[in-house]
């Protein structure tokens, strides 16, 4: 098979095609690589061609869903990606409550199509986030503490091989795969169709945020953590810490999915905790949430970020997020955001050992995340992310696999280490020998077929 002997319904892009800058382009500004081939797969045929035609030209294989990995595994240097983005499809059962999404779906088009219904299931924060790359490492959302994970609504999978053969994986067929897609990651092959069971969530939400300064904040914290252990699940607890005007402020609030006036019994102990210098409580539509953190002009920003899961979040870590890896409260230029989001309720449901996705006891959730321009910034930003990162690391009880980064992965299988107990990483390495044996999908948060 050569390259003129393939043919696709989608587009084959190479350098200096109208369209090819911008298929490459993902979310982080500091990935400018240069793929040799792009397939803009317009279905499975498409994205079947493109596996094999990659495997007899023996180039590496980037995928590329939505985009928003900082890490740029979706563009390979030199190599193919398969760019799932024109598959983006979304269908809704609502009497079964089931969507089914093509991979290439972004989280906007599932919300807007089960939402027309009054129907949703767990997806990230952001609209414009892949559905495949968010779901295959866990997915979490607004609706997990609900529901579960977006991997733990999912019913079915269907998957391109490293071979180019397809394959469907669920609870009764290919359980083995099942188990590792719901959280490993894009290890095993290309999945080009979820399944998701659907909720009756309704429309509507309550997002309520309190400010305080830095410098108070630590007994509000303490009594923010001490509220969210006893809090309803239709709630999330957030908190983070940026620059403002008058210094550095800490945000304080949750934001609950069903009945607003609900979500307003819990405003009286949010409002004991301490006086804020300003609040907000808003009722957005459940399609505003989903796209009140979206970032415009996105593609523009280097990014960088550090993550772990907290089990316990005790004074010293209160006292240590809030100076955000610095010496002291004062806000450097270069000090990252940091937050946290709760997990638990039906999260924690769920037993380990059901999937591949770990440290389902987790408290919360940290980040460490910096954005900007200037090239001249990047030894400066990551550094303070890092720091952000490593004042944390104490208290953490390991990592989600998505929020890793390219040097964590890089430094052998220490971060994946982080991601998985030795128990599940085996059985994950046993999948991987059994779909993908010669590791053909390994720009990725690999896991490593054993040899």
Same mark, same amino acid.
């Given at each position: 098979?050569?390259?003129?002997?393939?043919?696709?319904?989608?587009?084959?892009?190479?350098?200096?095609?109208?369209?090819?800058?911008?298929?490459?382009?993902?979310?982080?500004?500091?990935?400018?690589?240069?793929?040799?081939?792009?397939?803009?797969?317009?279905?499975?045929?498409?994205?079947?061609?493109?596996?094999?035609?990659?495997?007899?030209?023996?180039?590496?294989?980037?995928?590329?869903?939505?985009?928003?990995?900082?890490?740029?595994?979706?563009?390979?240097?030199?190599?193919?990606?398969?760019?799932?983005?024109?598959?983006?499809?979304?269908?809704?059962?609502?009497?079964?409550?089931?969507?089914? /999404?093509? %991979?290439?779906? @972004?989280? *906007?088009?599932?919300?807007?199509?089960?939402?027309? !219904? #009054? =129907? $949703?299931?767990?997806?990230?924060?952001?609209?414009?986030?892949? /559905?495949? %790359?968010?779901? @295959?490492? *866990?997915?979490?959302?607004?609706?997990?503490?609900? !529901? #579960? =994970? $977006?991997?733990?609504?999912?019913?079915?999978?269907?998957?391109?091989?490293?071979?180019?053969?397809?394959?469907?994986?669920?609870?009764?067929?290919?359980?083995?795969?099942?188990?590792?897609?719901?959280?490993?990651?894009?290890?095993?092959?290309?999945?080009?169709?979820?399944?998701?069971?659907?909720?009756?969530?309704?429309?509507?939400?309550?997002?309520?945020?309190?400010?305080?300064?830095?410098?108070?904040?630590?007994?509000?914290?303490?009594?923010?953590?001490?509220?969210?252990?006893?809090?309803?699940?239709?709630?999330?607890?957030?908190?983070?810490?940026?620059?403002?005007?008058?210094?550095?402020?800490?945000?304080?609030?949750?934001?609950?999915?069903?009945?607003?006036?609900?979500?307003?019994?819990?405003?009286?102990?949010?409002?004991?905790?301490?006086?804020?210098?300003?609040?907000?409580?808003?009722?957005?539509?459940?399609?505003?949430?989903?796209?009140?953190?979206?970032?415009?002009?996105?593609?523009?920003?280097?990014?960088?970020?550090?993550?772990?899961?907290?089990?316990?979040?005790?004074?010293?870590?209160?006292?240590?997020?809030?100076?955000?890896?610095?010496?002291?409260?004062?806000?450097?230029?270069?000090?990252?955001?940091?937050?946290?989001?709760?997990?638990?309720?039906?999260?924690?449901?769920?037993?380990?050992?059901?999937?591949?996705?770990?440290?389902?006891?987790?408290?919360?959730?940290?980040?460490?995340?910096?954005?900007?321009?200037?090239?001249?910034?990047?030894?400066?930003?990551?550094?303070?992310?890092?720091?952000?990162?490593?004042?944390?690391?104490?208290?953490?009880?390991?990592?989600?696999?998505?929020?890793?980064?390219?040097?964590?992965?890089?430094?052998?299988?220490?971060?994946?280490?982080?991601?998985?107990?030795?128990?599940?990483?085996?059985?994950?390495?046993?999948?991987?020998?059994?779909?993908?044996?010669?590791?053909?999908?390994?720009?990725?948060?690999?896991?490593?077929?054993?040899?």
């Amino acid at each position: 098979m050569t390259t003129t002997a393939t043919r696709f319904d989608g587009r084959l892009l190479t350098p200096g095609d109208a369209g090819y800058d911008t298929a490459r382009t993902v979310w982080n500004a500091m990935v400018d690589r240069r793929p040799r081939m792009i397939v803009r797969a317009a279905g499975v045929a498409d994205v079947v061609a493109a596996v094999r035609m990659a495997r007899e030209l023996d180039l590496e294989i980037g995928v590329r869903c939505g985009g928003h990995n900082v890490a740029g595994f979706a563009v390979p240097d030199g190599g193919l990606m398969i760019d799932l983005t024109p598959m983006g499809g979304v269908r809704i059962d609502p009497a079964r409550r089931r969507a089914r /999404v093509q %991979g290439g779906a @972004l989280l *906007g088009a599932l919300d807007r199509a089960s939402q027309a !219904y #009054g =129907l $949703a299931t767990t997806a990230g924060n952001v609209s414009h986030t892949g /559905v495949g %790359g968010l779901t @295959l490492g *866990g997915g979490m959302g607004w609706l997990a503490r609900q !529901y #579960g =994970l $977006a991997c733990d609504n999912v019913v079915s999978y269907t998957m391109v091989t490293a071979e180019g053969d397809v394959v469907t994986a669920s609870r009764t067929h290919n359980p083995d795969l099942f188990w590792g897609l719901r959280g490993g990651g894009g290890n095993f092959g290309i999945v080009t169709e979820f399944e998701f069971q659907l909720h009756r969530t309704g429309t509507r939400t309550l997002v309520a945020e309190f400010d305080f300064r830095a410098e108070d904040a630590v007994p509000v914290i303490e009594g923010w953590r001490d509220l969210n252990a006893v809090a309803p699940r239709q709630a999330t607890f957030t908190a983070s810490v940026g620059s403002g005007p008058a210094g550095p402020i800490a945000t304080l609030g949750f934001v609950w999915v069903g009945d607003p006036a609900e979500g307003r019994r819990l405003l009286p102990a949010m409002r004991a905790l301490g006086r804020p210098v300003a609040s907000r409580v808003t009722t957005p539509s459940y399609l505003e949430l989903q796209r009140r953190d979206d970032s415009t002009g996105g593609h523009a920003y280097r990014r960088y970020s550090k993550g772990h899961y907290l089990r316990r979040f005790p004074t010293a870590a209160i006292e240590a997020f809030l100076l955000r890896g610095g010496a002291d409260l004062s806000a450097s230029p270069y000090l990252p955001g940091v937050g946290l989001q709760a997990h638990g309720g039906a999260i924690a449901d769920v037993p380990e050992a059901d999937a591949a996705f770990s440290h389902r006891g987790t408290m919360f959730e940290f980040g460490a995340g910096s954005r900007w321009t200037d090239p001249a910034e990047d030894d400066a930003r990551m550094g303070a992310a890092r720091a952000a990162g490593a004042s944390l690391e104490p208290y953490a009880s390991g990592v989600y696999v998505n929020s890793l980064t390219a040097d964590e992965l890089a430094d052998g299988q220490r971060g994946v280490r982080r991601a998985y107990s030795a128990a599940k990483l085996a059985r994950l390495t046993a999948v991987k020998t059994a779909y993908d044996p010669a590791n053909v999908f390994h720009l990725n948060q690999n896991i490593r077929p054993a040899h």
